[in-house]
Each structure stands twice: as structure tokens, then as C-alpha cells.
């Protein structure tokens, strides 16, 4: 038998989770067992005959997983629920390359509350170089990264002080990008965009594990990120405004939004709502406009940065 679950839609240090009831036979109590790894579900609370209930006293930046059993009389509680992935939301950061007053330029911008004002600058990166953030090392932090002719150089303490580097890519026109690859609860991986050619490296060993082929019009842009929530990194074109989603990673896309298009705008795909699904963001000019249901209108909309700044998102505190 298998019961319903579904979690609210905020994250805050608690999650509320909704369920089906189990009729026959009736259901006398459910519990909720949770933990950090699928499968893995150490803490438990009885939560008696109800059908919703929340879970308070979560860690910030942690990805949590719950299933629901009924207990019944003659009935044993071995009716899971679908495992849920409650994921907090991601910290926002931008990265600028002027400098303001008394400022240096090359640096990340980062904003742990997302009130929309930095809460720490880290100085990073130079001129030319790709800034991008990801989760590199254990821990469920967000590594600062610059690449730099194919050197990737990895922050991981967000301290502005390089951990280490690792070759890969470095063909003129090649465009870096990190996901998740691997599965369902694996860091994330390094990723070269060359021409419609996706190079996949998915142990930091400077060579690609793993190959798609997908886009390639020139001036196309690549996001990855998982937009269909099975815990695999989805391939992404971002083309004058029209967003093409291959879900399969197969070559093809399933999937096609018409969202942004204007010059300046600059694409981000990312889970702002921590339902699992990475959403479409268009960065204009310091403006975050961002669609949650995938369906090309922007139901969130802020303002944080500036024309010219790059748009960053992740785990920074």
C-alpha cells in the first residue's frame, strides 16, 4: 500500500508533509520516519491519526527525506510512502566585475538570507575569468569557482583562497558549467559545453565520464540543472529567449518555454522554491524574474544587483 506524500511549499528549519489516509483497514496512527540519505531514516515521530503534520527543528542547507507508515490493529506499519526530498532554498549571490567605491572588482556577492543584500563579499577570480559556484567538496556547501583557460580552480571554504585545481576543457569557446550528473544526492559535477557537445566530469579527474550531444546553433547558451525532479542534471538551451529542456539527456527536447529574449537578459536555472525542480531565471539588469511552474511567466520577481553583475545561486552559509 502506498500513501501520498506531499510536503508545503516553504523551508525554514521545519517542512510540513500532507498525506493520503489509509481506509482498509483504518489506519489507528502514522509515523513519520525521516533522515539525509534515501533509504536511511534514523529519527521517527508518531504523529497519531492525523493526515498532516510538521517537522520542525531541520538544519539549514540540508536535504531531508521522509517516508510515512500507518499502524493499524493486524496491521504492520510496512506501508511506505514515496521518499520525499525536502530541500532548503538556496542563498542568492552575484558575481561583479566593477569596482565600486573603496571595492575591489572580480569579486562574489553573497546573500545568506536572501533579504537582497549581501552579507559577505569574497574576492575571487580576474579579469577573463568564468565565475561559478557548485557543490564540489562534502559537506552541502557551495564551492566559488573561476575557470580560466581550463583550469578550474575551486574555493572551497568561500575564503577566496583556491583548495585546488583541476584541468579540463580549455578549447577556445568553451563554456563551464556544474550539475549534478551522478544521482540522487551526489556533488556536483564539471561540466564542458563545446558546440553542442556536453563533456561530463563526474570525479574531478579532468577527463569526461560521460558525453551528450545536444544544441550547437551558435550562440546558443547551456544551463543544467534537474528541472523534472528525478535527481539527475537535465540538459538546458537557452536560445533568444526560448528555453529548450531535454529531460532524457537524450538529444532531444521534451520540453520548450518562452521566457526572456531581450539582449542583456542572462539566463539561471536553479530550485528557488525547494520543490525539488530546478526553476527558469532571467537575471535583466539587476532584476530576478523567475518562473517556478516552468510555464514562461515570472511569478517571483526582485531586485538584487546590477547591470553588468552575473547572477549566482547556492549554498553559502
Known sequence: MLLLLVAGPSFAG??????????????????IHYGTAVGNYPSLINV?????????????????????????????DSAFSNDLGAIAKPDLGLYRTSAGVGKPPYRFLLDYNRDHVPDAQVQYGAAGDIPLVGKISP????????????????????????????????????????????????LDDIV??????????TDLSGSANLIYMFGGVPGDKPLAADVNGDGIADLVIYRNGIWYIDTNRNGNADMIVIFGGLPQDIPALFDWDGDGKADLCI????????????DGVADVIFGFGAAGDRPMVGRFH
Open 14 to 31: 521545519s517542512v510540513t508533509l500532507a498525506w493520503n489516509p489509509v481506509t482498509s483497514p483504518p489506519a489507528m496512527g502514522y509515523k
Open 283 to 294: 537575471f535583466r539588469d539587476g532584476v530576478w524574474y523567475i518562473s517556478t511552474k516552468r
Open 192 to 201: 564542458i559545453y563545446r558546440s553542442g557537445t556536453w563533456y561530463v566530469d
Open 139 to 186: 559537506g552541502g556547501m557551495s564551492s566559488l569557482i573561476f575557470y580560466r583557460n581550463g583550469m578550474w580552480n575551486f574555493d572551497n571554504n568561500r575564503d577566496g583562497i583556491t583548495n585546488s585545481v583541476v584541468a579540463f576543457g580549455g578549447v577556445p569557446g568553451d563554456i563551464p558549467l556544474t550539475a549534478n550528473f551522478s544521482g540522487p544526492g551526489q
Open 48 to 76: 497519531g491519526n492525523v493526515t498532516s503534520y510538521s517537522v520542525a527543528g531541520l538544519a539549514d542547507g540540508v536535504t531531508y527525506h521522509f517516508v510515512v507508515t500507518a499502524y493499524a490493529t493486524g496491521f504492520s
